[in-house]
């Protein structure tokens, strides 16, 4: 979904990709990632633009997803989990006595209360509507040491005999309230990675963007129907998430020509801010009826013939989600096998 600026719950929807049974997300959503970033640059031309960026959630593998993205012009912004242990990278002092010194560098905890070592970039917003005052502090040039797991398992052994190691930029806000009021007892840690150097600025509010999102979703889910039709392809699935994208699309276009139709209990909408979807939906009757169809009358008929004669009803296949047997009552006989 593309995302815009100023606070909002309208997005755009970009793409739609179904994960199939059995494969890896992090390859799947680098690829729709690729396709999208392909796409905007036709679009953009040969000019000079920033590269593409996209804001993903905390159950995006930040590493992987940086691994399998690697050499596509794109910006990651990826929210990171407070209990993550990173390195920079740096040796520290020699050790005493045999063997190699580390590696990987002095070790960074985001869980520490108090980091040692002194921020690469400080941001400092004074006074926010919503936030207060927001710290903004990056550590560039960080890495994770990743295991022989999930994504990086199916990674060539031949290849990679040793695993990589993949940078990045370690973002911490901290605001001072958060928008109810409350103190925050945690702060929002962000993971960035691409061709740019990071605008603290731009990230920390491109991230609250997200959110957003999350309101599409609920609006496709509570109003439009998405889950509640009866699927049973995946085909099927498809192509009704690609018929609510279309209907939505047409609400976003009739943002501005619609008229408000408030409840009591509503607040009104602020001056030069668009109505919110929920109410677009709701007024959009009226638009409808002034600019038409094009398609023809329906045409009077009879009730058809039904079904014909000496057919009966043929019940739609079933599907089983889960086994039922266990592995070792399987390879029992028929009569002996049992429910797990």
Not at 33 to 51: L, N, S, T, W, Y
Not at 115 to 125: A, F, N, S
Not at 275 to 304: D, E, M
């Amino acid at each position: 979904m593309g995302l815009e600026w100023g606070s909002s719950s309208w997005t755009l929807a970009v793409d739609a990709h179904r994960v199939p049974e059995g494969s890896c997300p992090v390859r799947t959503t680098a690829d729709q990632i690729r396709a999208v970033a392909d796409r905007v640059k036709d679009r953009q031309g040969a000019g000079e633009r920033p590269a593409p960026l996209f804001v993903l959630d905390q159950g995006c593998a930040a590493a992987a997803l940086t691994h399998a993205l690697e050499g596509t012009e794109v910006q990651l912004l990826v929210r990171i989990s407070g209990d993550r242990v990173f390195y920079d990278g740096r040796p520290g002092p020699r050790k005493p006595g045999l063997g190699r010194n580390g590696v990987h560098g002095q070790r960074f905890e985001l869980a520490a209360p108090k980091h040692e070592r002194e921020p690469d970039q400080l941001l400092i917003v004074p006074g926010t509507t919503k936030y207060g005052r927001i710290e903004v502090r990056a550590w560039q040039r960080m890495h994770q040491k990743v295991q022989r797991t999930g994504y990086f398992a199916s990674l060539d052994a031949e290849l990679f005999t040793r695993l990589p190691i993949i940078e990045g930029t370690v973002i911490e806000v901290r605001p001072e309230r958060l928008p109810d009021g409350r103190n925050p007892h945690r702060a929002l840690w962000l993971w960035h990675s691409g061709p740019h150097a990071p605008d603290l600025d731009v990230y920390w509010r491109a991230y609250l963007r997200r959110f957003d999102t999350e309101h599409t979703f609920r609006l496709l889910k509570s109003q439009l129907g998405w889950t509640a039709a009866r699927v049973r392809h995946p085909e099927q699935a498809m192509r009704w998430t690609w018929l609510l994208i279309a209907v939505y699309a047409q609400l976003r276009l009739a943002r501005t020509l619609t008229a408000d139709l408030r409840r009591p209990w509503e607040r009104r909408t602020r001056p030069g801010k668009p109505l919110t979807p929920n109410r677009v939906r709701r007024s959009f009757r009226h638009l409808h009826v002034r600019i038409g169809t094009p398609a023809r009358l329906p045409k009077t008929t009879h009730p058809g013939p039904g079904r014909p004669p000496g057919r009966g009803n043929t019940p739609a296949p079933r599907y089983q989600l889960g086994s039922e047997l266990r592995k070792t009552d399987m390879q029992k006989p028929r009569g002996e096998q049992k429910k797990g």
